[in-house]
């Protein structure tokens, strides 16, 4: 398993404001299973495996492959209805939960579509104070508190692997396996590869 290349993309104001005005709609699509207002966990072992995204349990195996906790139809059964979906790379795409501020990218490398049935949990990413590591620490809170649960945590530019692992798949190497994205010295997300769509 290895963290999943990301692309940052600009947003124009007006595009901006249209992703803001779908989004409020968005919300009022999803199911009221869907919804909540407790804390939301991110659980990830040492060996870089991710067993809990809020309310999705996953149950890696101990050589980290995962079963079909993992796929697209499993996640919209625990999480509803994704208020967005969006096509990217020929075998991915990104399902966004609002309420939950949270957006899963699947892959399916076989072929087919990745958010349907046949798509598998690639990489998490998580906004909101609700949001917290299962070590205690929580969105919104200062590098210093940072620093104090995750004494190892390792700087990379504007984001921190709080818990790093090995990979020997691909170009094997360590990668962060659980990262919060830090701004003016604030957590503002958390992000996890998960890689359950394999390479």
């Known amino acids: ?7 940052v993309k600009v947003i124009t104001t007006t595009g901006a404001l249209a992703l803001a005005i779908f989004a409020l709609g968005a919300l009022a699509d999803e199911p009221t299973s869907a919804r909540g207002t407790g804390q939301l966990v991110v659980a990830v072992r040492s060996d870089g495996a991710v067993t809990q995204l809020g309310p999705l349990r996953l149950h890696p195996s101990r050589s980290g492959g995962y079963g079909s906790e993992a796929t697209y139809r499993a996640v919209v059964n625990v999480l509803g209805q994704p208020g967005a979906v969006r096509r990217g790379a020929r075998y991915e795409c990104a399902a966004r939960w609002f309420r939950h501020g949270l957006r899963i990218v699947f892959a399916d490398y076989s072929g087919l579509t990745a958010c349907t049935t046949g798509g598998w949990v690639q990489e998490a990413s998580m906004t909101g104070a609700r949001w917290r590591t299962a070590e205690g620490l929580r969105i919104g809170e200062r590098v ?8 190892d945590a390792e700087r990379h530019g504007s984001v921190w692997w709080l818990i790093r692992a090995f990979t020997p798949i691909g170009e094997s190497g ?5 990262i919060a994205v830090v701004r003016d010295g604030r957590v503002t997300g958390f992000q996890a590869p998960v890689g359950a769509g394999g390479e």
């Open 1 to 7: 398993m290895r963290a999943a290349s990301c692309t």
């Open 174 to 178: 360590w990668y962060g396996a659980l």
């Open 144 to 151: 210093e508190d940072l620093q104090a649960v995750y004494p």
